[in-house]
């Protein structure tokens, strides 16, 4: 399987640009703004998800620690912050609060879109009192259901950050995914649509908000600020790259897309293999193409064991849910739907990563009728 590349010349131009000048950063310490190609893919960022502020960083995790700080999350509270974050998601999500010494809830995600679950919202105003912040991903490229959530935070005062690493270009309603909670973060790394190796961006409206991003990616302590800050910052030949990345990324995003409906058109023909879902009036972007198996028609591990005979590199499940975790401390947590799918259920394909020629979406849909040809052996005993 080929990997997806679109690093090309563009690229490979702009950056020997910045490197040929030999000014490889343009931050001093405490100040607000960086160097020129920083500034720049800054002014093109908030242009392109229409927000009043895009905040570069190294990462996304330096995003979401940013983003936590600039909430006024710190090690030194007197009483610990309450924040909810999903179990099911990459680990950077919880790994932030739970570094800057916050007490976590982990939410269970909904079995269908596999986001936080709403359900959760039934009876949220029980839930959410006493919660400092909830960070939410929109996970696999699919938005969470952002409106109903910054409601609800709205509500109870509590802060909304929007974990948006995998989420670029999907949309709620008219709104980009990442700009509807108080603070969203993206990441430029190197598995994602876009990327330029490494790389973060945090989006905002609020420029009070902004400003603490700033100070906190940025050694706020030396310019006055009440709370130190941190070297996050980004280099001069990552935004250049990252500025030529985002030019591509419709194009990128829209094959993103067209290649997932292919599988997805693929797998829907067989009963026990159910593609992803879209929401109503939300977007997929599908940096995973994420389906489930039915566990009563066949075992899923030897499923992925099949296709993986036949070159398709599927994978089981997702991540163990993050309470699991011994760096989390909760293994007494419980989130039965999490469990499940990435125990049993899951089926995933990393979209993003590679490229399916016709003639291999072909073959997927030949290894798919001979695996319903063995279906019996693929059975769960
Ligand atoms: C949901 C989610 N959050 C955060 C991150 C961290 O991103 P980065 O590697 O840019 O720090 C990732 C990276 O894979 C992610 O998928």
């Known amino acids: 399987m080929i990997p997806a590349n679109y690093i090309g010349s563009e690229e490979a131009r702009a950056a020997w640009q910045v490197i040929s000048h030999g000014r490889l950063s343009g931050f ?8 020129p190609q920083v500034v720049r893919l800054e002014n093109l960022w908030a242009e392109k998800f229409h927000v009043k502020h895009a905040i570069a960083c190294n990462s996304a995790t330096s995003g979401l620690l940013a983003s936590c700080m600039a909430c006024g999350m710190n090690r030194e509270m007197t009483s610990p912050w309450e924040v909810l974050v999903p179990s099911f998601t990459m680990s950077a999500t919880a790994a932030v609060p739970k570094f800057l010494g916050a007490r976590l809830a982990f939410g269970d995600c909904d079995p269908v879109y596999f986001q936080l679950d709403d359900h959760l919202w039934l009876d949220w105003p029980t839930r959410l009192r006493g919660f400092d912040a909830v960070i939410v991903t929109n996970l696999f490229g699919h938005p969470a259901n952002l409106r109903t959530i910054k409601r609800l935070c709205d509500n109870e005062g509590v802060y909304l950050i929007e974990d948006n690493a995998q989420g670029i270009l999907a949309k709620e309603g008219s709104s980009y995914a990442g700009t509807v909670g108080d603070i969203g973060v993206f990441s430029l790394n190197v598995h994602k649509s876009i990327h330029a190796g490494e790389g973060g961006m945090c989006v905002t409206d609020d420029a009070g908000l902004a400003e603490r991003l700033r ?3 940025n050694h706020g302590e030396l310019a006055g600020a009440a709370d130190v800050g941190l070297n996050l910052r980004m280099t001069e030949y990552t935004a250049a790259i990252a500025i030529e990345q985002l030019a591509k990324l419709e194009r990128i995003t829209a094959l993103n897309i067209e290649q997932a409906r292919a599988i997805s058109h693929i797998a829907r023909r067989w009963e026990w293999l159910t593609p992803p879902a879209e929401r109503r009036g939300a977007s997929h972007v ?26 398709y590199p599927f994978v089981a499940g997702y991540a163990d849910p993050l309470y699991r975790l011994p760096a989390f401390g909760q293994a007494a947590a419980k989130c039965p739907v999490a469990e499940r799918l990435h125990d049993e259920e899951m089926v995933l394909f990393e979209n993003t990563l ?6 291999q979406l072909m073959g997927l849909e030949d290894a798919l009728i001979k695996i319903n040809h063995h279906i019996k052996r693929l059975q769960t005993p």
């Open 286 to 311: 599908y940096y995973c193409w994420a389906a489930k198996a039915d566990r009563r028609a066949l075992d899923r591990d030897l499923l992925v064991k099949a296709l993986a005979a036949e070159g």
């Open 354 to 359: 590679y490229w399916l020629s016709s003639k």
């Open 28 to 35: 001093l310490g405490g100040e607000l703004r960086g160097g």
């Open 215 to 217: 100070r906190c990616i």
